[in-house]
T-cell receptor
Framework: NAGVTQTPKFQVLKTGQSMTLQCAQDMNHNSMYWYRQDPGMGLRLIYYSASEGTTDKGEVPNGYNVSRLNKREFSLRLESAAPSQTSVYFC????????????FGQGTRLTVV | AQSVTQLGSHVSVSEGALVLLRCNYSSSVPPYLFWYVQYPNQGLQLLLKYTSAATLVKGINGFEAEFKKSETSFHLTKPSAHMSDAAEYFCAVISRSGNTPLVFGKGTRLSVIA
C-alpha cells in the first residue's frame, strides 16, 4: 500500500500563478486534511473533509480552495499564489469510524517568489 | 474547540539523559491524543496514541506517555536519549465524537548532545 501520496514534492511559483496540490489515499479513509507547516507555527489546518462530499474550513483557509473529488482524493488549490503561502504542505487521512491516528503524506515544499 | 499546548519550543538533553516533552490539552471531555515525530525533510510518523482506558501508553523507539486527566496532560518521556532521537515532536488532539479535525501543538525540537 502506498498510504497517502502527494504530488508534486517540490514547486516554485511566481506571485499570482495558480496551482493544485494533489493528494490521494488508498486506505479507504473517510476523513482527509490539508495542513501547512511553517517554522515555529507547528501544523496549521487549512481545510478538512470529514467525509466524501463535505469540506470545512480550518484555522488558515484564506487564499485556498479544496475539492473532495471522491473518497480517495482531496486536492488543494491556490488560485493566486502569494509569497505568504511559501510553506510545506501536508495531506493526511484518517478513519474516523475506527478512531485511528492520521496518516501523512511526505509533503509538498512550495516556494512563491 | 480542542487545543493543545506544548511547553518549550526547543529542548536539549545529553545523550543517555531522560527526555521529557510536555503536552497539555484543553477539553471538557478526554479526547484522543497522539504524539508524532518528524525527522528533517520528512513527513510525520506516529510515535504513540491514547485512545483507550490504559493511561500509560508505550510507543516506538522506547518512548512512552502517560495520560493524566486531572492535569489535562499527555507528556512524552524516554528514559535514555539517543542521538537518533533528535527531531521535532508534535502533540495532537481530536475529539472522541463528532467531525472535528485533528489539531496540533506548535511542536518541540529535541536536540541530543553527545
Amino acid at each position: 500500500n502506498a498510504g497517502v501520496t502527494q504530488t508534486p514534492k517540490f514547486q516554485v511559483l511566481k506571485t499570482g500563478q495558480s496551482m493544485t496540490l494533489q493528494c490521494a489515499q488508498d486506505m479507504n479513509h473517510n476523513s482527509m486534511y490539508w495542513y501547512r507547516q511553517d517554522p515555529g507555527m507547528g501544523l496549521r489546518l487549512i481545510y478538512y473533509s470529514a467525509s466524501e462530499g463535505t469540506t470545512d474550513k480550518g484555522e488558515v483557509p484564506n487564499g485556498y480552495n479544496v475539492s473532495r473529488l471522491n473518497k480517495r482524493e482531496f486536492s488543494l488549490r491556490l488560485e493566486s499564489a502569494a509569497p505568504s503561502q511559501t510553506s510545506v504542505y501536508f495531506c493526511a487521512s484518517r478513519d474516523r469510524s475506527l478512531n485511528t491516528e492520521a496518516f501523512f503524506g511526505q509533503g509538498t515544499r512550495l516556494t512563491v517568489v | 474547540a480542542q487545543s493543545v499546548t506544548q511547553l518549550g519550543s526547543h529542548v536539549s538533553v545529553s545523550e543517555g539523559a531522560l527526555v521529557l516533552l510536555r503536552c497539555n490539552y484543553s477539553s471538557s471531555v478526554p479526547p484522543y491524543l497522539f504524539w508524532y515525530v518528524q525527522y528533517p525533510n520528512q513527513g510525520l510518523q506516529l510515535l504513540l496514541k491514547y485512545t483507550s482506558a490504559a493511561t500509560l501508553v508505550k510507543g516506538i523507539n522506547g518512548f512512552e506517555a502517560e495520560f493524566k486527566k486531572s492535569e489535562t496532560s499527555f507528556h512524552l518521556t524516554k528514559p535514555s536519549a539517543h542521538m537518533s532521537d533528535a527531531a521535532e515532536y508534535f502533540c495532537a488532539v481530536i475529539s472522541r465524537s463528532g467531525n472535528t479535525p485533528l489539531v496540533f501543538g506548535k511542536g518541540t525540537r529535541l536536540s541530543v548532545i553527545a
